[in-house]
């Protein structure tokens, strides 16, 4: 019967945490640390973890936004339906997310739209980067995305800056072989075969 109800607590704490904008979501948790406190000084160890365990949930939604991690879970696993959907869940990321997390958020938009329609996901991924991703890796990706929608464009010039940009983001080398696979097809800009010679751009 307390596990059941426990359940019942923890899955009420999910759904609230699914709609309350991201400062509420602080300010709940600073109250169920608070009060976490109060049980355990007065005696009430069980309830006090649980009531610290509720508050801890919250915190780390706070910063790290559960519906984004699930969502990225499933992009890693090449399913963008079910990627989009727990991402469409964040209906005003302004709100919900902290600060960090909004150009991470228009990364992974692009990300699933660039599957869908390439070049409208070149917006999203200009977003990512006008309001700063702190790791680098992720900065070099949205740079590679937008070589990529640049020679889609067959726009060279854009295409090189954006991939110079991104193999000097990628520190961590995460990204070598889908550059260097990107600049090999960027050569080929260059020159087009046709009808058994070539054209110059």
């Given at each position: 019967m307390l596990v059941y109800r426990t359940n019942k607590q923890i899955f009420a704490v999910y759904i609230v945490s699914q709609i309350m904008s991201n400062i509420v979501r602080l300010v709940i948790a600073c109250v169920f640390f608070g009060a976490a406190v109060a049980l355990c000084a007065f005696g009430f160890w069980g309830w006090g973890i649980l009531v610290l365990l509720f508050g801890g949930i919250l915190l780390l939604?706070?910063?790290f936004n559960e519906n984004m991690i699930i969502?990225?879970?499933?992009?890693r696993k090449e399913n963008s339906e079910k990627s989009e959907e727990?991402?469409?869940k964040i209906t005003d990321?302004?709100?919900q997310l902290h600060k960090n997390q909004h150009g991470y958020y228009n990364l992974l938009i692009g990300l699933i739209e660039s599957r869908k329609a390439p070049m409208k996901s070149e917006k999203y991924f200009k977003k990512a980067l006008q309001l700063g991703m702190k790791m680098s890796h992720n900065t070099a990706l949205a740079k590679l995305s937008l070589a990529g929608i640049s020679m889609a464009k067959r726009n060279k010039r854009e295409a090189q800056m954006y991939l110079s940009e991104a193999s000097k983001d990628d520190k961590n080398k995460l990204l070598t072989d889908q550059i260097k696979m990107m600049k090999g097809q960027l050569a080929q800009m260059d020159k087009q075969v046709v009808r058994g010679g070539y054209r110059q751009f």
């Open positions: 939604s706070f910063f969502s990225q879970y499933f992009l727990w991402l469409m990321y302004e709100k």
